[in-house]
C-alpha cells in the first residue's frame, strides 16, 4: 500500500517562510510527476507547483518568485519551499503523486494534507 505523509505546514506572520515535505513509502516502482495543491476555506482545491520526475517545475502565477519546488528521486520526496508568504497562502496543502506500483500500473495518490495559516 502506498502512503504520502506531509509535513511541516504551521502558523506564521506575513513575510515569512515555511518548508512543507511530502515523502512516499509503500509498494513503489517509480513516482512520476508530483504536485502541491492547496485549498483555502470556502474555495476550491489549486494546483500550486508542479514537478517532473526530471526535475522540470512549473507553478501558479500567484506563487512564483515565492515558492520553490523540488524533489529527491532516492529518498521518494517533494519538497515545498515558501518563502515571502501571505495572508492569501492560507490554506490546507496536499502533496499528489502520480506512481507506479509497477511497470504497467500507475495511480493517483494524496496526503493528508498540511495546514498553513499566515496571519500577524
Known amino acids: 500500500q502506498v502512503q504520502l505523509v506531509e509535513s511541516g505546514g504551521g502558523l506564521v506572520q506575513p513575510g515569512e517562510s515555511l518548508r512543507l515535505s511530502c515523502v512516499a513509502s509503500?509498494?513503489?516502482?517509480?513516482?512520476?510527476?508530483m504536485r502541491w495543491y492547496r485549498q483555502a476555506p470556502g474555495k476550491a482545491r489549486e494546483l500550486v507547483a508542479d514537478i517532473s520526475r526530471s526535475g522540470a517545475s512549473k507553478y501558479a502565477d500567484s506563487v512564483k518568485g515565492r515558492f520553490t519546488v523540488s524533489r529527491d528521486n532516492a529518498k521518494k520526496t517533494t519538497d515545498l519551499q515558501m518563502n515571502n508568504l501571505k495572508p492569501e497562502d492560507t490554506a490546507d496543502y496536499y502533496c499528489?503523486?502520480?506512481?507506479?506500483?509497477?511497470?504497467?500500473?500507475?495511480?493517483?495518490?494524496w496526503g493528508q494534507g498540511a495546514q498553513v495559516t499566515v496571519s500577524l
Open positions: 499528489f503523486a502520480e506512481i507506479q506500483t509497477g511497470p504497467n500500473h500507475e495511480f493517483e495518490y
Open positions: 509503500g509498494d513503489i516502482y517509480k513516482i512520476n510527476t
